[in-house]
């Protein structure tokens, strides 16, 4: 049931940029925790300032097209109970692309000692966490909203604050 011919097409493509964020947001993650050896600190954060500047810039162009698709308001008239978790899942847009600023312009401004590489790299980890369980819920909703009902319930937030 979740192959992408059961799915609407626009959500297809919206699982395929999930598929594509994912490997990019696990290739920065190991990244933070397995860094070069032969690099210096300092290269470390201008390698990893690039990356998540990567990041950012595919974020930004997944969530607009989210946002203007009309396939999280299509899901929701087929199935009225998902409007809270869609009105969430808008919320975070935003929220995300701020977080991940946050954390570029702190590892630019940052003397990156060991421990302060130790946190940002914690920082991202909680942040990637976040993104996945909304994709994950993204994911649900194109499945539920267009095919299967999962039983999928958006009563309480995401956990996204609660790490
Ligand atoms: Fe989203
Ligand atoms: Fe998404």
């Given at each position: 049931m979740s192959h992408d011919e059961h799915i609407h097409p626009i959500g297809a493509h919206i699982q395929r940029q999930h598929h594509e964020l994912q490997r990019l947001v696990r290739g920065i993650g190991h990244f933070f925790m397995?860094?070069?050896?032969?690099?210096s600190l300092d290269d470390r954060s201008t390698q990893v300032c690039e990356m998540l500047a990567q990041l950012r810039h595919n974020l930004a162009d997944h969530f607009s097209q989210e946002d203007d698709c009309g396939f999280m308001e299509e899901a929701v008239a087929r199935l009225p109970r998902l409007g809270s978790c869609v009105l969430m899942l808008e919320k975070q847009h935003p929220e995300f692309l701020s977080e991940l600023d946050h954390l570029i312009l702190s590892v630019k401004a940052e003397q990156m000692t060991a421990e302060a590489w130790g946190r940002r790299a914690d920082e991202f980890a909680r942040f990637a966490q976040a993104l996945f369980e909304h994709e994950d819920i993204e994911n649900q909703i194109l499945q539920e909203g267009f095919?299967?009902?999962?039983?999928?319930?958006?009563d309480k937030p995401l956990t996204k604050d609660e790490t």
């Open positions: 397995h860094p070069p050896v032969d690099a095919n299967d009902d999962l039983g999928l319930e958006c």
